[in-house]
T-cell receptor, first 114, second 114 residues
Framework: AQSVAQPEDQVNVAEGNPLTVKCTYS??????LFWYVQYPNRGLQFLLK??????LVKGSYGFEAEFNKSQTSFHLKKPSALVSDSALYFC????????????FGSGTRLQVQP | KAGVTQTPRYLIKTRGQQVTLSCSPI?????VSWYQQTPGQGLQFLFE???????NKGNFPGRFSGRQFSNSRSEMNVSTLELGDSALYLC?????????????FGPGTRLTVL
């Protein structure tokens, strides 16, 4: 079975500071990992994905994520947070075989204070 | 290129009624998935269609059904509405049916059941 966990309901960070939003996944194959962001009253916007290759993936709006196979993690990072980054962030996983549906984490609300 | 569009954006129904939601994928995308988003259950997969065929179905009762047309547009139908069906229904499209493809989401249809 595939699952993904986001252990923090909310992350607070000051503008200009680095941010990390955590994500771990359960293993039953080779994972494809995705990060999405949701702003109020909007659908989900794709940020980045890990398929294979370089463990550090760069995405939209200055975000990046590091795939760590030994720790089964895929944490989202940004070197310098902006107030406009405040939103709900979802990690999602899909494996290379079998079940095709995206499995989402419970979401982490990022609050960036000015 | 236009994004994923969903109609209507907001819908209010009463218990026992039925509802049909519509989704138009990004031009050229042949895969359409539907998700239900609620505060309590988070994002849950409903079903996925590719080239008019249902490829995957989530753990929802038979009251939830869908279909895809030859132009890739998709509809989902919920019959005999219950209060618990109140949710944001998100449609997502992707180009092919590979598990590595990211999905692009529409703004959602907010369904309220009274």
């Amino acid at each position: 079975a595939q699952s993904v966990a986001q252990p923090e309901d909310q992350v607070n960070v000051a503008e200009g500071n680095p941010l990390t939003v955590k994500c771990t996944y359960s293993v039953s194959g080779n994972p494809y990992l995705f990060w999405y962001v949701q702003y109020p009253n909007r659908g989900l916007q794709f940020l980045l994905k890990y398929i294979t290759g370089d463990n550090l993936v760069k995405g939209s709006y200055g975000f990046e994520a590091e795939f760590n196979k030994s720790q089964t993690s895929f944490h989202l990072k940004k070197p310098s947070a902006l107030v406009s980054d405040s939103a709900l962030y979802f990690c999602a996983v899909r494996f290379d075989t079998g079940r095709r549906a995206l499995t989402f984490g419970s979401g982490t609300r990022l609050q960036v204070q000015p | 290129k236009a994004g994923v569009t969903q109609t209507p954006r907001y819908l209010i129904k009463t218990r026992g009624q039925q509802v049909t939601l519509s989704c138009s994928p990004i031009s050229g995308h042949r895969s359409v998935s539907w998700y239900q988003q609620t505060p309590g259950q988070g994002l849950q997969f409903l079903f996925e269609y590719f080239s008019e065929t249902q490829r995957n179905k989530g753990n929802f009762p038979g009251r939830f059904s869908g279909r895809q047309f030859s132009n890739s547009r998709s509809e989902m139908n919920v019959s005999t509405l219950e209060l618990g069906d109140s949710a944001l229904y998100l449609c997502a499209s992707s180009f092919g049916d590979w598990n590595s493809n990211e999905q692009f989401f529409g703004p959602g249809t907010r369904l309220t059941v009274l």
